[in-house]
């Protein structure tokens, strides 16, 4: 699924600093989250 967010810079420039794949360690820290958080 495409869609469109927003986040704020500090938190992109931080999984852009990780290099090439960085969308798709943000999408894993958020499942991530979201296993641990979900009620």
Do not use: C, P
């Amino acid at each position: 699924m495409l869609g469109s967010l927003r986040y704020d810079a500090d938190i992109i420039d931080a999984f852009k600093a990780g290099g090439e794949g960085w969308q798709t360690r943000m999408n894993s820290a958020l499942r991530d989250w979201l296993r641990l958080h979900w009620v």
